[in-house]
C-alpha cells in the first residue's frame, strides 16, 4: 500500500489483518470510532433537531425510558420571603428527543451528534499540528544531534515541565482577553449545498440546520502546541537509530541532502511509531478539549465538556444533561484506544504510555 | 513389581503402575511423556511419548534439529513447560528414597521402591524438586540471567532456597518466608536484601570461583551486564550448581557463545560433572557437542526420540535413517569423502492437525515404504540389549524397494487434502 | 560512572530545566496582549497614575532589567505581590501547594495500591475472568474524563447517598497531625480530612490507576516471557520471588518512566479535579489568578509546578537508576 | 447657575464612572435606601400607549427632578437604547438552624443572624468567591466586603430598612457646604484592646482618599468629594471633614464606605499582614484565616454592644451553584449565596433548608450600541424589543426569579416612571418594525458573559433565539469571559464595545440617574448611546433639589 511517501510492507498490512482478526476488541474500536466520524461528518443530515435551537417549553425532558417527576415550583415574594407552591408533574420522554433536551429546551441527542465534530475536528487538527510540529523538531534533533539536539530537547524538558492542561488554560485565558474572536466560523458545506436540506426533507426531518460550523481555532492551535513534545521524542528516537542505518549512511555518502535525506529515508521509517502515537494523542487532545470547555476555555457551545459543565447545575433535577456528553466522550475515547492496542500490537513500535490527558 | 516387559511395543502401553524396567543405576526414567501447546493455530504436538533414562553420573545427550522438541522435553522434565504449553500425559521416575518413603503410603501409585513419579506429586513438592533434584542451564547466558539483579545474588538466592528448604525439608513456605508485595516494597525502597543471607553469598561467591570466574567476591557484586557471554554462562552454571542438583540439564549451554569459549565450557561442565558426580541431560543440535561429552544419547525427530542407546549404538550402528542422515552430515576428518548427505526436505509441521499416523519422517526418508503409514512403536534395535531402541519399522525388517512409496506421494497427499 | 555523579549530572540538568521555565514564565507576561497596569490601576486611573504604578512594578525598565530583577528576587525567594490582595506571591503559592500535594500524593497512593496488584493479577491470570475484569477497568479509567468522573462520584456518593462531603477540603494533613495534641478530638479530624480527600483522589487517581494497570499487565507479560524467569524458576526459587522480586521489579522499572513522564498530567488532572471538587489547591488557585491576570500569583504557580517537575523528575531518574543498573551505566 | 450645574454634573459623572467597575460587578455597596418612596400609579388603560411611537404626543415640560428623571426613562423606553430584561432577585438557600432575612444590597451581617435550633451556635456561610486581601480599604467587590463587615465597622450604616443609623458616630451634621462634622463614639475598643479615637478616624477617611496615606484605595471615588480629615477636637471626640464642593450625599456615602482601621495597627504593618489579619471595632474578630480558603470568626465579646448570637462564623467559597447546594443540604453550609432556580424546589423539599429571596438592585439589560448598523436605527432597537418574550425568560429561565422591566430603572427607585409597562411580545410588529428600519436581514450577534449573572448564559441564548425567530433578522450569542467583556467595555471608548452586549447594573443609591447616567448618557463611563435630549433631561432633573435627598 502506498500512502504519498511512506510505503507500508506487506507484512506490516498482514499483521494488522491478523490482530485484527484475532481481536475483537479491535472490532469494537473500529466501530465506535466509525460512529463517531460518521456522527460528526453528517452531523446535519442526522441530527433529529437544530442543537442550537431552543424550545422553553421543552426544557429538561428526560430521554427515552425515563419520567421525571418535575416539581413545579411557583414562588412569590411576600415580605422578603419566597412561599413557594410546588406541584408534582410526570414529564415523560419522547421519542423526538431520545436523549432527553437540556435546560433550554435543545435538543441532547443533535448536541451529542455535533459535539463529535468539535471533538473530533480538534481532535485530529490537533493532533495534526503536534504531530508536524514535533516531528520535525525531533527529527531535526534526533538526524543532527550534538548542539542542536541538546538544545532542542532541553527545550522539550522546559516544555514538559509545565502540565499541558495548565499551559493550555494559562495560553488561552491570556490571549483570548483581547482578542475576544477565540473561534472561526466556516460554512457548513453539507447545509449551504441544500444536501441536508434535501436528505432531511426526504426522511420527513425538515428542520434547518446551522449553516455555519465553529472551529476554535485557538483551542486548536494551543492543544497542537502544547502536545508536541511526544512526537518529538518518538521522532528523535527514531531519527537516531535510523540515521546509523547503512542506507541512510549510503545516502549521505553519495551526498544526497539532509532534507532530502530525512523525507526519502528518516521520516518513512520513522512513521510507525509516529502513526500509533498520534492516534493514541487524538484520544488525549479529546480528552484535553472537554476539560478545556469544561472549564470554560473554550471557543464554541457545541462542545461535549461545554454541556457537561451546563449540566452540572442540574445533576439533582434532570440528571442527563452532565451525563450523555460524558458517555459520548469515554465511548469515543475508547474506541480510539482500542484501535490505537490494535495498532500497537500489530506494529509493535515500542511506545508505552506516551502522551497525556 | 513391574514384569520384565520386552523394549519393544513399550511405546502404546501406558499401564501407569511402578517404574519401567531398567538399569538399577537409573536416576530418571522418563516414559510416554506427551507435551502440547494449546494454541490459536491449533494444538502442536512439541513431545511425544518420549522414553528415555538417565542413569548415575553420566551424561546423556539430546540431539535433534531446532524445532524437534528436545528443549521442550528438557522444560518437561524439570516442570516448566509455560502456558499454552501443557504436560498431557506421561511418568517422570526419579530416584528419591527419602522421597520415595515419604510418599509411599499417601500417594502408592506415585512410588515404586526408591523411584517416585514426580507426575504424580503435589505441585508444591514437584516445584521443590527444582534446585536439589533438578537444575537447568540454559541456551543464552544473557537473557537467562535477571538484567537488574547482581550475579551474586542471584545465585545466592539459589543456594538461599535450598538452605532455607534442607532446614524445613517438606514447607514450600519454609522458602518464602512470606515474601510478598509489602516485602518487594521495603526491598525496593531499602538498600538490603530481604531474602539471601551473608552465608549463602559467600557460598556463591565459592561456586562463582569454583566455575573460573577471577576475583568472585567483587563480581559478584556485578551485574550481568557487566559480564562477557562467557564468564556469564559459567556464573549460570554456578548458579545451577547451587542446590547440587542430581541431574544437570543442560539446554544447548554453547549455542550463544563464540566458538572459543565453547570448549571452555564443555570443559567446565564435563570436569563439574566428573566432580561432583552429577548426571547431565545435554541438549544439543551439535553431534560433535554429543560426541565430545555424552555417554548415551538420544535423537529426537517433530516430538518423539526416535532412537536412543550409548553412544556408540547410535553413532556406529544407527538404524534410523534419521540418524543415519544426522550422522552422515559431519564431516568426518578421518574419512575425507567430500559428499556430505544433507537431509532433504524441512523440519515437520508439529500441528496435531496435520500429523497423520505414520512415522513422521517418512515424508524426508529415503526408505520411505508403506509400512511407515501407521503408528510407529519402539523396536529394540539390537537383539538382547533394550538399551538400544528405535521408532523405525527397519529395525524389524529390511528395507524393499517393492513397498517404497513413490518418490511424490506425500505432495500429492498434500494437494489432495488442500493444505498451503 | 557512578550513582552519584549520575544523580549529579541529572541536578545540573534540572537547574539548567528550571531556569528555563522561568525565563519562559517571565517571557509570558510579554507576549500575552494586555499590560499587569491594567490589573492594577482602578479603571478610571490617570495617566500619571498609571505610570507611578509602572515605576512601583518596575516596567519602566528595560526587559534585560526587569528579567535579571526577576531572577535576582527569586533567588531571594521573592515572587512579588499578588495584584489582587496584596499578599507576597511566595506566601501564597506555598499556602495552597500543601492542598494540591495532598490531593496528588493521595491520588498516587490510590493508584499505586490499586493497580499493582490488578496488574499483577491481570497478567498472572491471563484470559481469566479477573484479567478481563481489570482489562476492562483500565480501559474504561483511560477513557473516562476525569471531571466528568467526579462529577458522577459527587452524584452518586456525595448527593444520593451523602456518605462523603461534595466538595472542600477539611482540616488537612498538618491539622491532623496538630490535632493529637491539639483541641479537636483527633478521631473527628482524621475522619473529616480523610472523608473530603475521599472523593477528589479515587477522582483523580482512576486514570492513573488504569494507566499503571495497563502498564504492569503488559509489562509483567513481556518480563514473564522473558529468559530469566524460566532460569529462575529452574533454580528452585518458589512463584512469589520469581513474580515480585523479579518479575514486577523489573516490570516497574518502564513503569515508573513513564510515571514520570506522566507527572504532568497528574497536575494538570489535579487542576481540573480542584475545579471540580472546589479543592482549595494550586490548580484553582491559577485558574483563578489567569482569569484576574494576576501575574505574581500566576508566574509563581506555574515556576513551582515547573520546578516540582523537575525535582520529581529527578527522584525518578535517580529511582530508575536505582532498580534497573544499566542505566547509570549508559 | 450653570456653573454650579456641570460642576454637580462632574461630579455625578465621577461617581457613575467609579462605581461602573463594581456595579457591573455584582457588587453594589450601599444598603437599602428607605423603602420604596411612592407605589407605582395606577397605570391600568394606558399600556397602548407605550407602544405608540412617543415622539409625536406633546407632553408638558417637567417641573421636579422626579419628573425629568421619570421624562428621562420614558425616553429610554421609546428610543429601546437596550433590549430592557429583569430585574435580579437575590435568592440565598439558608438552614433552618439559623434565623436570618437577606438584605436587598446583597450583605450578609452575621451579627443578625441567629441560632434558630439547639444545632449549635456557630454558623457557616457559603459564597461564590473568597476575598481579594483582607485590608477593607483595599478592594471593590461584594464577596470581600461580606467578610471585611463582620469585623469592621464604619461611622454610619443603614439598617435593613435602609434608614442612616449611627454606628461609630453617636453624631454627624454639616457644618458648612465643604464640611461636616463627625462626633465619634467613646468606649470602643478594637479587636486588640485598643481604644478607638478620633485620630483612628481622620486616618481612616484620609487613607481611602489621599494616595499619599497608606495605599491608593479603589474606594476613593466612594467617597468622591472628600478631600481629607482631620481630628476638630480630641476632647470632644470630633472629627472634621473637608468637601471639595457641595456634596449631597456625603453622608448616605458614609453609610455605606469607609470602614475604620486602628491607625497605629495600620501603619506598623505591612501591607500583607493587613491584608491577612483584621483589627476592626465589628461584632465578630478573625480567628483564623486560610486565603482563598476560609475565613473563620469567633464573636467578640467586647462588641461595644451586645454582643453577637453566634459564637463563631465561618465564610467559605464555592463557584458552582450546584456545589453551593451541596453543601447546604449535606448541612455543610448553613447560609449559601445565588441559589440558580433549578435548584429552589432541591432547597426548599429538603427538609431543614429553604430559599430565601428579595428582588435586588441590578437590572439586567442587552445594551446596543446606537452608533453602529443596525441598531443605529431606533425601529430596529424596538423591533428588537418587540421580538423578545420576556414574560417567557421570566417564567422558564427564571423560574419567576425577576421581574420584567421596560425602563432603565426600577421600580421602588427615585425616577422610576409607573406609567411604562415592560415591552410584550409581538413579532408582526417587530417584523414590521425591522422592515420600516430598513435593516431586514441583519445578521446580530449578543455577547453575553458566562456565569457572571444568574442564568446569563441561558437568557442570552433565550434572547437571541427569539429574536432569531424573526423572518427576516438573524440573531445569535455568543459566550464570553466576564472579565474579557469587563476590559471591552470599561475602555471609555464606545467603538471598543461590542454590538450587543448582556449586562448587568447594581445601583444602590436608589436614584435613575445612578443608571441612566454612566450607561445612557453621552459622556457616561460606560455609555452604549448618545441622544442630546436625554443628556438635557438629565441636565435639568440634576439642577433641581432631590425630594428623595
Given at each position: ?118 471533538s ?11 504531530a508536524?510540529?514535533?516531528v ?15 538544545a ?35 460554512s ?43 512526537f ?12 546509523e ?12 541532502s ?12 520513522a512513521?510507525?511509531?509516529i ?13 484535553l ?10 471557543g ?32 469515543s ?25 | 513389581?513391574s ?105 502408592p501409585?506415585?512410588?515404586d ?60 513456605r ?72 542430581d ?42 557437542v ?14 518423539q ?25 559431519i ?15 524441512n ?44 521408532r ?29 | ?47 500619571e ?16 532589567v ?10 531571594h525567594?521573592n ?7 496584596s499578599i ?28 499493582i ?5 491481570s ?55 496538630a ?11 482524621v ?57 514486577l521489579r523489573n516490570?516497574?522499572?518502564p ?21 471540580v ?7 484553582s ?16 504557580s ?29 | ?43 391600568s ?21 422626579d ?29 433552618d ?5 437577606p ?64 454606628v ?17 463614639r467613646d ?13 483612628d ?51 448616605q ?11 497605629s ?30 475565613v ?24 458552582e ?28 423539599n429538603?427538609?431543614g ?17 446606537y ?41 421602588g ?41 444568574l442564568k ?6 433565550a ?37 450587543w ?44 433639589p432631590s425630594?428623595?435627598?
Amino acid at each position: 500500500m502506498k500512502i504519498g511517501p511512506l510505503s507500508i510492507s506487506p507484512r506490516t498490512i498482514r499483521n494488522l489483518r491478523k490482530e485484527f482478526r484475532s481481536s475483537g476488541l479491535a472490532r469494537i474500536g473500529v466501530v465506535l470510532i466509525a460512529l463517531v466520524v460518521l456522527a460528526a461528518v453528517f452531523a446535519p443530515l442526522i441530527a433529529p433537531h437544530n442543537p442550537r435551537t431552543q424550545n422553553l417549553d421543552r426544557a429538561q425532558l428526560p430521554p427515552l425510558g425515563f419520567t421525571d417527576t418535575e416539581q413545579q415550583t411557583q414562588t412569590k415574594i411576600v415580605d422578603g420571603s419566597v412561599q413557594t407552591v410546588t406541584r408534582n408533574v410526570t414529564v415523560n420522554a419522547t421519542a423526538t428527543y431520545p436523549l432527553g433536551t437540556n435546560a433550554l429546551g435543545q435538543d441532547m441527542l443533535s448536541r451529542v451528534i455535533y459535539g463529535a465534530r468539535t471533538s473530533l475536528l480538534v481532535g485530529l487538527l490537533g493532533t495534526v499540528l503536534a504531530a508536524l510540529l514535533g516531528v520535525t523538531v525531533g527529527l531535526t534533533a534526533g538526524y543532527y544531534r550534538g548542539r542542536i539536539d541538546d538544545a532542542l530537547m532541553r527545550t522539550a524538558d522546559v516544555s514538559l515541565a509545565f502540565p499541558s492542561l495548565v499551559l493550555a488554560i494559562a495560553l488561552i485565558g491570556l490571549f483570548s482577553r483581547f482578542q475576544a474572536d477565540v473561534a472561526y466560523r466556516v460554512s457548513d458545506p453539507l447545509v449551504t449545498s441544500g444536501l441536508a436540506g434535501w436528505f432531511r426533507d426526504m426522511v420527513g426531518l425538515p428542520t434547518p440546520m446551522p449553516e455555519t460550523f465553529v472551529i476554535p481555532t485557538v483551542v486548536v492551535l494551543v492543544v497542537g502546541f502544547v502536545n508536541w513534545v511526544w512526537f518529538a521524542r518518538i521522532a528523535r528516537g527514531e531519527a537516531l537509530s535510523i540515521r546509523e542505518e547503512e542506507y541512510v549512511k549510503a545516502a549521505r555518502a553519495l551526498g544526497g541532502s539532509d532534507v532530502r535525506i530525512v523525507f526519502r529515508h528518516v521520516l518513512p521509517n520513522a512513521i510507525t511509531p509516529i502513526l500509533v502515537l498520534a492516534t493514541i494523542q487524538v484520544a488525549a487532545i479529546i480528552l484535553l478539549e472537554s476539560s478545556l470547555s469544561f472549564l470554560g476555555f473554550s471557543g464554541t457551545t457545541l462542545s461535549w465538556g461545554f454541556d457537561i459543565a451546563q449540566g452540572r447545575g442540574y445533576l439533582s433535577s434532570s440528571w442527563w444533561i452532565a451525563t450523555m456528553p460524558g458517555i459520548a466522550i469515554v465511548l469515543s475515547v475508547i474506541g480510539i484506544n482500542l484501535v490505537g492496542d490494535w495498532l500497537r500490537d500489530a506494529l509493535d513500535p515500542g511506545i508505552e504510555g506516551e502522551g497525556g490527558m | 513389581m513391574s514384569e520384565p516387559a520386552p523394549a519393544t511395543a513399550r511405546a502404546g502401553a501406558a499401564d501407569g503402575h511402578g517404574a519401567p524396567e531398567g538399569n538399577p543405576d537409573d536416576v530418571l526414567r522418563v516414559r510416554n511423556l506427551s507435551t502440547r501447546f494449546f494454541t490459536e493455530e491449533g494444538q502442536i504436538n512439541a513431545v511425544e511419548s518420549v522414553d528415555f533414562t538417565v542413569r548415575d553420573g553420566e551424561v546423556f545427550g539430546i540431539v535433534g534439529e531446532s524445532g524437534s522438541g528436545k528443549s521442550v522435553a528438557a522444560l518437561s522434565l524439570i516442570d516448566l513447560v509455560d502456558s499454552p504449553g501443557r504436560i498431557t500425559s506421561g511418568e517422570v521416575w526419579y530416584r528419591d528414597a527419602d522421597l520415595a518413603d515419604e510418599f509411599r503410603d499417601d500417594l502408592p501409585e506415585a512410588v515404586d521402591g526408591d523411584f517416585v513419579d514426580t507426575r504424580r506429586l503435589p505441585e508444591g513438592v514437584r516445584r521443590a524438586l527444582r534446585g536439589p533434584a533438578f537444575s537447568m542451564v540454559f541456551q543464552d547466558p544473557m537473557s537467562s540471567l535477571n538484567p537488574s539483579i547482581t550475579v551474586g545474588e542471584q545465585i545466592a538466592e539459589a543456594v538461599e532456597v535450598q538452605r532455607r528448604a534442607r532446614a524445613n525439608p517438606r514447607s514450600t513456605r519454609s522458602r518464602t518466608q512470606e515474601y510478598g508485595m509489602g516485602r518487594l516494597i521495603v526491598d525496593t525502597l531499602l538498600p538490603n536484601r530481604g531474602y539471601t543471607s551473608e552465608s549463602s553469598m559467600n557460598r556463591a561467591i565459592e561456586l562463582l570461583e569454583q566455575v573460573g570466574i577471577p576475583d568472585p567476591a567483587e563480581r559478584a557484586h556485578e551485574y550481568p551486564h557487566q559480564f562477557s557471554g562467557g564468564m556469564l554462562q559459567r556464573a549460570m552454571i554456578a548458579q545451577a550448581l547451587a542446590g547440587e542438583p542430581d541431574v544437570l540439564i543442560a539446554d544447548e549451554p554453547t549455542t550463544a557463545l563464540d566458538v572459543t569459549i565453547q570448549a571452555q565450557i564443555l570443559n567446565l561442565l564435563r570436569d563439574l560433572q566428573e566432580e561432583q558426580d552429577t548426571s547431565v541431560v545435554m541438549i544439543t543440535h551439535d553431534l560433535g557437542v554429543i560426541a565430545r561429552m555424552c555417554n548415551r544419547v538420544g535423537v529426537m525427530y517433530a516430538g518423539q526420540v526416535v532412537e536412543r542407546g550409548t553412544l556408540a549404538d547410535v553413532f556406529e550402528s544407527p538404524v534410523h535413517p534419521y540418524t543415519e542422515g544426522l550422522i552422515g552430515s559431519i564431516p568426518d576428518l578421518d574419512d575425507p569423502d567430500p559428499r556430505l548427505q544433507p537431509i532433504g526436505g524441512n523440519v515437520p509441521s508439529l500441528l496435531d492437525e496435520e500429523m497423520g499416523g505414520r512415522c513422521f519422517f517418512a515424508d524426508r526418508c529415503p526408505k520411505a515404504m508403506s509400512d511407515c503409514l501407521q503408528d510407529i512403536p519402539e523396536y529394540a534395535a539390537d537383539e538382547g540389549c533394550d538399551d538400544h531402541a528405535v521408532r523405525c519399522v527397519l529395525a524389524e525388517r529390511e528395507y524393499s524397494e517393492a513397498d517404497a512409496l513413490p518418490a511424490d506421494y506425500f505432495d500429492r497427499n498434500k494437494e489432495v487434502r488442500g493444505d498451503e | 560512572m557512578g550513582y552519584g555523579r549520575f544523580l549529579l549530572k541529572r541536578g545540573v540538568q534540572g537547574v539548567g530545566v528550571v531556569w528555563g521555565v522561568v525565563t519562559v514564565v517571565f517571557l509570558l507576561r510579554f507576549i500575552t496582549p494586555g499590560s499587569p497596569i491594567d490589573t492594577v490601576a482602578p479603571l478610571d486611573a490617570s495617566q500619571e497614575t498609571r505610570r507611578q504604578i509602572a515605576r512601583e512594578l518596575g516596567l519602566n525598565q528595560p526587559l534585560y532589567v526587569q528579567y535579571l530583577d526577576y531572577i535576582w528576587e527569586l533567588l531571594h525567594g521573592n515572587m512579588g505581590y499578588s495584584y489582587i490582595s496584596s499578599i507576597p506571591a511566595s506566601v501564597q503559592v506555598f499556602q495552597k501547594l500543601p492542598a494540591t500535594l495532598e490531593l496528588a500524593v493521595a491520588a498516587s497512593v490510590v493508584a499505586i495500591v490499586l493497580s499493582i496488584p490488578l496488574g499483577v493479577v491481570s497478567a498472572t491470570r491471563r484470559h481469566q475472568p479477573a484479567d478481563y475484569a481489570a482489562t476492562s477497568f483500565s480501559l474504561l479509567g483511560i477513557s473516562t474524563p476525569n471531571f466528568w468522573l467526579g462529577i458522577m462520584l459527587v452524584l452518586m456518593f456525595a448527593v444520593e447517598l451523602n456518605v462523603f462531603p461534595t466538595s472542600g477540603r477539611a482540616y488537612g494533613f498538618m491539622q491532623s497531625l496538630a490535632a493529637i495534641t491539639g483541641p479537636r478530638p483527633f478521631f473527628t479530624v482524621v475522619t473529616a480530612w480523610v472523608a473530603s480527600l475521599f472523593l477528589p483522589a479515587i477522582t483523580l487517581g482512576t486514570y492513573f490507576t488504569a494507566l499503571i494497570t495497563r502498564l504492569v499487565r503488559s509489562g509483567m507479560l513481556d518480563e514473564l516471557s522473558s529468559g530469566y524467569v524460566r532460569a529462575t524458576r529452574a533454580k528452585g526459587l518458589p512463584e512469589t520471588l520469581v513474580r515480585y522480586k523479579h518479575v514486577l521489579r523489573n516490570t516497574l522499572v518502564p513503569v515508573v518512566t513513564v510515571l514520570g513522564l506522566q507527572l504532568g498530567t497528574l497536575i494538570g488532572g489535579a487542576v481540573i479535579t480542584e475545579a471540580v471538587f472546589a479543592w482549595p489547591g494550586l490548580g484553582s488557585e491559577i485558574i483563578r489568578a489567569i482569569n484576574a491576570r494576576d501575574w505574581p500569583i500566576l508566574q509563581g504557580s506555574l515556576i513551582v509546578i515547573g520546578t516540582g517537575f523537575v525535582l520529581l523528575n529527578i527522584v525518578v531518574d535517580a529511582l530508575y537508576a536505582y532498580l534497573d543498573p544499566r542505566v547509570v551505566a549508559e | 447657575m450653570a456653573e454650579k450645574d456641570t460642576s454637580r454634573r462632574r461630579f455625578l459623572q465621577a461617581a457613575g464612572s467609579a462605581t461602573a467597575a463594581v456595579a457591573l460587578a455584582g457588587c453594589s455597596g450601599t444598603g437599602g435606601e428607605s423603602s420604596p418612596t411612592e407605589e407605582p400609579t395606577d397605570t391600568s388603560g394606558d399600556s397602548m400607549q407605550t407602544t405608540e411611537p412617543q415622539q409625536t404626543i406633546e407632553r408638558p415640560e417637567p417641573s421636579t427632578r422626579d419628573g425629568y428623571l421619570q421624562r428621562a426613562n420614558r425616553h429610554c423606553h421609546d428610543q429601546a437604547p437596550w433590549v430592557f430584561l429583569h430585574r435580579q432577585y437575590s435568592v440565598y438557600g439558608v438552614s433552618d438552624d439559623i434565623n436570618w432575612q437577606p438584605r436587598r444590597d446583597e450583605r450578609v451581617d452575621a451579627y443578625a443572624i441567629e441560632p434558630a435550633t439547639d444545632s449549635g451556635d456557630s454558623a457557616v456561610m457559603t459564597q461564590s468567591q473568597m476575598d481579594s486581601g483582607l485590608d477593607p480599604q483595599d478592594h471593590r467587590e461584594t464577596p470581600t466586603d461580606n467578610i471585611v463587615l463582620q469585623a469592621y465597622e464604619g461611622l454610619l450604616e443603614r439598617d435593613r430598612q435602609g434608614a442612616i443609623i449611627e454606628v461609630l458616630a453617636t453624631d454627624y451634621r454639616r457644618l458648612d457646604e465643604t464640611t461636616v462634622q463627625f462626633t465619634v463614639r467613646d468606649n470602643v475598643s478594637f479587636h486588640s484592646g485598643d481604644s478607638l479615637t478620633p485620630e483612628d478616624v481622620a486616618y481612616s477617611i484620609n487613607r481611602i482618599v489621599k494616595e499619599s496615606v497608606g495605599i491608593a484605595s479603589p474606594q476613593s471615588d466612594q467617597l468622591v468629594g472628600v478631600a481629607g480629615a482631620e481630628v476638630a477636637s480630641s476632647d470632644d471626640r470630633t472629627v472634621n471633614v473637608n468637601l471639595t464642593g457641595l456634596n449631597p450625599i456625603v453622608f448616605q456615602s458614609f453609610a455605606t464606605y469607609c470602614d475604620i482601621m486602628n491607625k497605629s495597627w495600620v501603619t506598623s504593618h505591612d501591607n500583607a499582614y493587613i491584608n491577612q489579619n483584621m483589627e476592626g471595632t465589628g461584632p465578630f474578630k478573625l480567628a483564623n484565616y486560610e486565603q482563598g480558603v476560609a475565613v473563620e470568626f469567633t464573636r467578640n465579646d467586647n462588641y461595644w454592644q451586645e454582643a453577637a448570637a453566634l459564637s463563631g462564623f465561618t465564610i467559605n467559597a464555592a463557584s458552582e451553584s450546584s456545589t453551593r447546594v451541596n453543601r447546604l443540604l449535606a448541612g455543610e453550609s448553613d447560609i449559601i449565596v445565588n441559589v440558580p432556580p433549578q435548584e429552589v424546589s432541591r432547597v426548599n423539599n429538603n427538609d431543614g433548608t429553604s430559599v430565601s429571596a428579595v428582588p435586588s438592585t441590578r437590572v439586567i439589560f442587552n445594551a446596543m450600541r446606537y452608533d453602529v448598523e443596525p441598531f443605529v436605527s431606533p425601529l430596529f432597537r424596538q423591533a428588537v424589543n418587540y421580538a423578545v418574550d420576556l414574560e417567557s425568560i421570566v417564567q422558564n429561565v427564571l423560574q419567576t426569579f425577576g421581574d420584567p422591566t421596560g425602563q432603565p430603572t426600577l421600580e421602588g427607585f427615585f425616577g422610576y416612571n409607573p406609567d411604562l409597562d415592560p415591552y410584550p411580545r409581538d413579532l408582526d410588529r417587530a417584523e414590521q418594525l425591522v422592515e420600516e428600519s430598513g435593516y431586514a436581514g441583519a445578521e446580530i450577534e449578543l455577547i453575553t458573559p458566562i456565569g457572571r449573572y444568574l442564568k446569563d448564559v441561558e437568557i442570552a441564548q433565550a434572547v437571541a433565539a427569539q429574536v432569531d425567530e424573526l423572518p427576516n433578522v438573524t440573531a445569535r450569542a455568543r459566550q464570553v469571559e466576564f472579565s474579557t467583556l469587563v476590559s471591552q467595555v470599561t475602555t471609555g471608548k464606545i467603538e471598543d464595545k461590542p454590538h450587543w452586549y448582556l449586562l448587568g447594573w447594581g445601583n444602590a443609591t436608589f436614584d435613575a440617574v445612578q443608571t441612566i447616567q454612566p450607561l445612557l448618557a453621552s459622556d457616561g463611563a460606560l455609555t452604549s448611546y448618545k441622544n442630546d435630549e436625554l443628556d438635557r433631561l438629565l441636565d435639568e432633573a440634576q439642577s433641581l433639589p432631590s425630594e428623595s435627598n
